[in-house]
């Protein structure tokens, strides 16, 4: 199976901020790696597919990056509801796999 | 696009349950179909896949042998049916809509999610 690991596991951020948070993948999966948002309570909700493709609805101050083994999710400017856990996923192959997760909390 | 799970509850190790997912506001024969789960305060796992007509199925490793993915496309429903349960198996029960059909990224990318259903294995 492929192994996701995101970096960092929790980033304290403020409002306005730039943020970054990073996946590598055990073996190159392309560009077939997609993030997820998930706030407590919720079911989790696509925000990229492909690494750099916006799903519908999404604010565009989300982007993603990268190709084979390295992907970057990038918040432009940190809104309230922002604050959330963040899961990387590759698509390339079964049994697809999940990143551990990020915790993004209020400075 | 909805999804509503239904079916999770208290049961014992070795035990058996169905879980239900009704889908609505969208071509239900057209699309894959998965579960994803999440154990109390932990990651998200991939459990098993169906494709759009039930021709192919998929099963993570963890649960192989002992669960069983299906679908009535005439009555829009998803199912996972449990046997053999055990302790690691409690979770959050999510079912998810692919973008795609049968092959490709498209199906283990999940672009709608139910709210989920808790499934609690206790001894």
């Known amino acids: 199976d492929i192994r996701m690991t995101q970096s960092p596991s929790s980033l304290s951020a403020s409002v306005g901020d730039r943020v970054t948070i990073t996946c590598r993948a055990s073996?190159?999966?392309?560009?077939?790696l997609n993030w997820y948002q998930q706030k407590p309570g919720k079911a989790p909700n696509l925000l990229i597919y492909?690494?750099?493709n916006l799903q519908s609805g999404v604010p565009s101050r989300f982007s993603g990056s990268g190709s084979e083994t390295d992907f970057t999710l990038t918040i432009s400017s940190l809104q309230p509801e922002d604050f959330a856990t963040y899961y990387c996923?590759?698509?390339?192959?079964?049994?697809?796999?999940f990143g551990q997760g990020t915790r993004l909390e209020i400075k | 696009v909805q999804l509503v799970e239904s079916g999770g509850a208290l049961v014992q190790t070795g035990g058996s349950l169905r879980l239900t997912c009704s889908a609505s506001?969208?071509?239900?024969?057209?699309?894959?179909m998965t579960w994803v789960r999440q154990a109390p305060g932990k990651g998200l796992e991939w459990v098993s896949f169906?494709?759009?007509?039930?021709?192919?199925?998929y099963y993570a490793d963890s649960v192989k042998g002992r669960f069983t993915i299906s679908r009535d496309n005439s009555k829009n429903t998803l199912y996972l049916q449990m046997n053999s349960l055990r302790g690691e198996d409690t979770a959050i029960y999510y079912c998810?809509?692919?973008?795609?059909?049968?092959?490709?990224?498209?199906?283990?990318?999940?672009?709608?999610w139910g709210h989920g259903t808790l499934v609690t294995v206790a001894s």
């Open positions: 998810a809509k692919c973008p795609g059909g049968s092959s490709g990224w498209y199906i283990r990318t999940f672009d709608y």
């Open positions: 506001e969208f071509t239900f024969s057209n699309y894959g």
């Open positions: 169906i494709s759009s007509r039930g021709v192919s199925t």
């Open positions: 073996q190159s999966v392309s560009t077939n």
């Open positions: 492909t690494s750099s």
């Open positions: 996923q590759q698509s390339y192959s079964t049994p697809s796999t």
